[in-house]
């Protein structure tokens, strides 16, 4: 008597171990795929998450099911359906930054690579099927929404009447409306915890030098910009990072990273004992002036119970006198951001240009300048109307070409760097766990912005933050703990976040609606 094995495929909340579980029974990579790309024709109109889809997507599962067949080893994230943000290069795919004028369907011109960047490239070489690019607000600029897209606004997938979170919206809302199992963020302000912690969703801010960054449209690659994954649960985004991390000839940068990362991977160091013992700093006004409102305070004090049941020590604002929270220095943007280390985007974005191959149609800083200037970012109207207060930031944009004057951003760093450390050694810490945002998150139309705890320092600094989430505020908001530690600590921020996750399961499964 033989068994029926099911091969019917439910991608709802789908982790990495439930692919493997379903090739298992027989289900096919090109049948996984098709069954997410169904799903994305049923939800994607309405919410707006994937604006590029890969029209290779099916050959590329087929390829995997041959090699599977063919006893080969096709990689550790095999037929896993991912979604990339739109600024990460792929090669044959636009990269249009979310703006009109860099997206030929909205009447621009397309900036097309002709080759992978590090992190797609590694995705790929993983096994990973990449069902398409995701939307951004234009240039990145906004780490609360994507309204001004020209692909239109992304929305919640948790909770489509509040803001989903920014620059990496798309790929939040693809992953928590399981329009796909995994996908890639990137952060320069805020743009992988903020869409993560909006979201109900597990983000790694990695440390600076992790994880390569060349070929992904910059916004301050030289000095903080970072590509993490985003996933549904600790264990995915572990086994993401496993893929995503190490040096890369193409980004010097990441030379900085040999030798931290855990011999046997993110992955296998999850241990769900790990906060038991542990001493983590609070916030306070040590670290930040800015109070935490009451409906955030209450949650935070119900989520600092939470750990202490896990058997954690914590210490409140160890920051105090320390002078840490004097060190920012907030732009006119929007509260509590400090843009620094944006000072060199022409000199970045000018090296972006010149990587897309010599067939791309803007090569250089100059060019991208002329084809943008009936609608100047820089200009007092422009999304980073905020860059031209930054010193040296002229200097740089009338000589892109030229290493930009950046000894505001590095006496900032060296200075974070060194109170953060002296800190965690006084307090005998083992890290820090705050609330991801300080306020509840806004509502859709409300005008308001994500009021986020930790972004200008954690990013100045190069700080790596792990975001999980915490279950809701009163007033039903999603809300994300996020627990930040030293440089290249990724691997017990990721086992103190699973321990947190496994004992509270706090995840909610959203209902989509077409």
Same mark, same amino acid.
């Given at each position: 008597?033989?068994?029926?094995?099911?091969?019917?495929?439910?991608?709802?909340?789908?982790?990495?171990?439930?692919?493997?579980?379903?090739?298992?029974?027989?289900?096919?990579?090109?049948?996984?795929?098709?069954?997410?790309?169904?799903?994305?024709?049923?939800? +994607?109109?309405?919410?707006?998450?994937?604006?590029?889809?890969?029209?290779?997507?099916?050959?590329?599962?087929?390829?995997?099911?041959?090699?599977r067949t063919a006893g080969e080893a096709p990689g550790?994230?095999?037929?896993?359906?991912?979604?990339?943000?739109?600024?990460?290069?792929?090669?044959?795919?636009?990269?249009?930054?979310?703006?009109?004028?860099?997206?030929?369907?909205?009447?621009?011109?397309?900036?097309?690579?002709?080759?992978?960047?590090?992190?797609?490239?590694?995705?790929?070489?993983?096994?990973?099927?990449?069902?398409?690019?995701?939307?951004?607000?234009?240039?990145?600029?906004?780490?609360?929404?994507?309204?001004?897209?020209?692909?239109?606004?992304?929305?919640?997938?948790?909770?489509?009447?509040?803001?989903?979170?920014?620059?990496?919206?798309?790929?939040?809302?693809?992953?928590?409306?399981?329009?796909?199992?995994?996908?890639?963020?990137?952060?320069?302000?805020?743009?992988?915890? +903020?869409?993560? %912690?909006?979201?109900?969703?597990?983000?790694?801010?990695?440390?600076?030098?992790?994880?390569?960054?060349?070929?992904?449209?910059?916004?301050?690659?030289?000095?903080?910009?970072?590509?993490?994954?985003?996933?549904?649960?600790?264990?995915?985004?572990?086994?993401?990072?496993?893929?995503?991390?190490?040096?890369?000839?193409?980004?010097?940068?990441?030379?900085?990273?040999?030798?931290?990362?855990?011999?046997?991977?993110?992955? %296998?160091?999850?241990?769900?004992?790990?906060?038991?013992?542990?001493?983590?700093?609070?916030?306070?006004?040590?670290?930040?002036?800015?109070?935490?409102?009451?409906?955030?305070?209450?949650?935070?004090?119900?989520?600092?119970?939470?750990?202490?049941?896990?058997?954690?020590?914590?210490?409140?604002?160890?920051?105090?006198?320390?002078?840490?929270?004097?060190?920012?220095?907030?732009?006119?943007?929007?509260?509590?951001?400090?843009?620094?280390?944006?000072?060199?985007?022409?000199?970045?974005?000018?090296?972006?240009?010149?990587?897309?191959?010599?067939?791309?149609?803007?090569?250089?800083?100059?060019?991208?300048?002329?084809?943008?200037?009936?609608?100047?970012?820089?200009?007092?109207?422009?999304?980073?109307f905020d860059l031209a207060d930054l010193p040296g930031?002229?200097?740089?944009?009338?000589?892109?070409?030229?290493?930009?004057?950046?000894?505001?951003?590095? %006496?900032?760093?060296?200075?974070?760097?060194?109170?953060?450390?002296?800190?965690?050694?006084?307090?005998?810490?083992?890290?820090?766990?705050?609330?991801?945002?300080?306020?509840?998150?806004?509502?859709?139309?409300?005008?308001?912005?994500?009021?986020?705890? %930790?972004?200008?320092?954690? +990013?100045?600094?190069?700080?790596?933050?792990?975001?999980?989430?915490?279950?809701?505020?009163?007033?039903?908001?999603?809300?994300?703990?996020?627990?930040?530690?030293?440089?290249?600590?990724?691997?017990?921020?990721?086992?103190?976040?699973?321990?947190?996750?496994?004992?509270?399961?706090?995840?909610?499964?959203?209902?989509?609606?077409?």
């Open positions: 008597m033989t068994t029926a094995v099911s091969t019917a495929i439910d991608t709802v909340e789908m982790t990495v171990a439930d692919v493997a579980a379903a090739f298992a029974r027989g289900v096919t990579a090109e049948a996984l795929t098709q069954t997410f790309l169904d799903r994305i024709a049923r939800y +994607n109109p309405r919410y707006v998450a994937v604006i590029t889809p890969n029209p290779d997507a099916l050959r590329e599962a087929r390829e995997i099911d041959r090699r550790p994230l095999a037929g896993v359906p991912v979604v990339v943000k739109d600024t990460m290069d792929m090669a044959g795919l636009p990269s249009t930054g979310g703006w009109r004028l860099l997206s030929a369907r909205a009447g621009g011109v397309d900036l097309i690579p002709a080759t992978d960047s590090p992190v797609v490239a590694r995705m790929r070489a993983a096994g990973a099927v990449i069902l398409g690019k995701t939307n951004v607000p234009v240039l990145s600029a906004s780490g609360s929404h994507a309204d001004d897209s020209w692909a239109g606004a992304t929305l919640n997938a948790a909770d489509p009447g509040r803001v989903p979170g920014g620059s990496s919206a798309g790929t939040a809302t693809a992953v928590a409306g399981s329009l796909a199992v995994l996908g890639l963020a990137e952060e320069t302000g805020g743009s992988i915890q +903020n869409p993560a %912690a909006a979201q109900d969703l597990v983000g790694i801010k990695p440390s600076f030098g992790l994880v390569p960054n060349a070929g992904v449209m910059p916004l301050a690659g030289s000095t903080r910009d970072v590509v993490g994954p985003i996933a549904r649960c600790v264990r995915d985004a572990a086994l993401t990072l496993d893929v995503l991390a190490g040096f890369s000839p193409e980004d010097p940068k990441t030379a900085a990273g040999i030798g931290h990362r855990p011999p046997a991977g993110y992955a %296998a160091g999850l241990d769900p004992g790990s906060l038991r013992g542990r001493r983590f700093g609070l916030y306070g006004p040590g670290w930040r002036s800015q109070p935490l409102s009451a409906e955030v305070a209450a949650t935070y004090r119900r989520a600092i119970g939470e750990l202490e049941a896990r058997g954690a020590v914590l210490v409140e604002d160890p920051f105090a006198g320390t002078g840490f929270a004097d060190i920012a220095r907030p732009g006119p943007a929007a509260d509590g951001y400090d843009p620094r280390g944006s000072e060199g985007l022409p000199h970045d974005l000018d090296q972006y240009l010149k990587r897309l191959g010599p067939q791309a149609a803007i090569r250089s800083f100059d060019a991208f300048k002329a084809a943008v200037a009936a609608e100047d970012p820089f200009g007092p109207d422009g999304v980073l930031f002229r200097a740089s944009l009338a000589d892109p070409l030229a290493p930009p004057d950046l000894s505001g951003f590095l %006496a900032a760093k060296e200075a974070y760097l060194a109170i953060f450390a002296e800190t965690l050694a006084r307090h005998r810490l083992d890290g820090l766990v705050l609330p991801q945002m300080r306020e509840v998150l806004p509502l859709v139309g409300s005008g308001a912005r994500i009021q986020e705890t %930790a972004v200008s320092e954690i +990013n100045i600094a190069g700080l790596p933050g792990v975001t999980v989430p915490a279950g809701r505020t009163a007033s039903g908001a999603p809300f994300g703990l996020l627990f930040i530690g030293p440089m290249w600590s990724e691997a017990a921020l990721l086992s103190f976040a699973f321990d947190y996750e496994r004992a509270t399961r706090l995840r909610r499964p959203p209902a989509l609606t077409p």
